[in-house]
């Protein structure tokens, strides 16, 4: 079957009809700073499909977190949307107010950070917090108290009815982020947007929490997107995976074609460099030549060109769009992929 993610931006541009609870159509998003306009996400189209994972990978500063919190509407006050629309049902939230967002928010859309302490009041007890997450209910506050331990236990949280008077601080840092996804989820969202919520903790930790996750999801079939610079845990947890570069997708399909048949140097590149991959320990580990381009000035052509071993004259001339992958189920922004540059 084709990925849900790709109907969009087929090559011929027709958007054949698609199963994807949020399309991200051309989003461009610029920061305003006093040294120059940061243009760090540039023209993205994506779908996130419905009741699946899409993955975001990508080095520091491609834009993975800047695209995550646009679909949550938490932008940094110095950003603008520049162009382009994010499809949710009948609704562009790039044009939502505040109350609208509000709304949205923490109910359809909600979201997980890599620092639990981030969404948690550090002075109000677990119980008080998943308490007020439910206000719009119209239930008693012993149903409310219940629903909390039940998603508690849904994040096999131990003895859960006793953690309800803890505060944050009293539990580990494993026991929080499962704290985050139980209220997270507590509202049944549509959307849930986890960055980099691994990273915090040790390895045997980020394995349950990324199971945990992928239970969860199944279990409550909400669609996930999933910001990680581990690709390891990328490859166990997500459905489809879309690879940013300079703030431009520059592939994306199934996590099969994106882990197996890379058709993007820059996904080559990210692959080799993987820890997990390099199977001689002795080797120092490798990196990705180069540096991002400044995304203030993103240079015409290829972002990618200045660090690619295969670029020629046309990457510098010409920015390349999407296109077809050898998988069948992936897009690549590479001339290389070019079916009529290979055929010439
Ligand atoms: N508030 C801001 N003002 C100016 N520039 C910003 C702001 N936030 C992010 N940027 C810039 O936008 C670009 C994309 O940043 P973003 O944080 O989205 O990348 P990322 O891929 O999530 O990186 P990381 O993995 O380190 O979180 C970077 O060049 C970053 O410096």
């Known amino acids: 079957m084709v990925s849900t993610a790709l109907n969009a931006a087929t090559a011929d541009g027709s958007g054949a009809a698609s199963d994807a609870l949020v399309s991200i159509e051309g989003l461009s998003v610029d920061f305003d700073t006093g040294r120059g306009t940061v243009h760090a996400l540039r023209d993205i189209d994506l779908e996130v499909p419905r009741g699946k994972v899409l993955g975001l990978v990508g080095e520091s500063g491609c834009g993975k977190s800047t695209l995550a919190y646009s679909l949550i509407g938490l932008l940094a006050e110095n950003a603008r949307v520049a162009g382009g629309a994010i499809r949710m049902g009948d609704q562009d939230l790039t044009r939502l107010g505040p109350a609208a967002w509000r709304d949205l928010r923490g109910r359809r859309i909600a979201m997980i950070f890599q620092d639990p302490m981030t969404a948690l009041n550090p002075v109000t007890t677990i119980g008080q917090q998943m308490l007020d997450i439910q206000y719009r209910d119209d239930t008693s506050r012993a149903a409310k108290r219940a629903r909390a331990i039940e998603f508690l236990e849904q994040v096999q949280i131990p003895d859960a009815p006793s953690k309800l008077d803890v505060y944050p601080h009293q539990l580990s840092g494993g026991m929080r982020q499962r704290v985050c996804i139980a209220m997270a989820l507590l509202t049944q969202p549509d959307l849930l947007i986890a960055d980099e919520p691994t990273t915090a903790l040790d390895a045997t930790l980020e394995m349950q929490i990324v199971s945990l996750l992928r239970e969860l999801q199944r279990k409550f079939g909400c669609s996930v997107l999933f910001v990680s610079h581990h690709l390891g845990t990328v490859a166990e947890l997500c459905d489809e995976v879309a690879v940013m570069y300079a703030g431009e997708v520059v592939e994306y399909g199934s996590a099969r074609a994106i882990f197996h048949t890379p058709g993007h140097p820059y996904t080559q590149?990210?692959?080799?460099?993987?820890?997990?991959?390099?199977?001689?320990?002795?080797?120092?580990?490798?990196?990705?030549?180069?540096?991002?381009?400044?995304?203030?000035?993103?240079?015409?052509?290829?972002?990618?060109?200045?660090?690619?071993?295969?670029?020629?004259?046309?990457?510098?001339?010409?920015?390349?769009?999407?296109?077809?992958?050898?998988?069948?189920?992936?897009?690549?922004?590479?001339?290389?992929?070019?079916?009529?540059?290979?055929?010439?």
């Not at 080797?283 to 015409?300: A, F, M, S, V, Y």
Request: aromatic share 4%.
């Open 269 to 344: 590149a990210l692959l080799d460099c993987d820890p997990a991959r390099i199977k001689d320990a002795t080797r120092d580990l490798p990196t990705i030549p180069g540096t991002l381009p400044d995304l203030r000035q993103p240079p015409p052509g290829c972002a990618y060109r200045a660090r690619c071993p295969h670029g020629w004259e046309r990457c510098e001339r010409e920015h390349p769009p999407l296109y077809a992958g050898d998988a069948g189920d992936n897009r690549i922004r590479c001339h290389l992929a070019d079916a009529e540059e290979g055929a010439a």
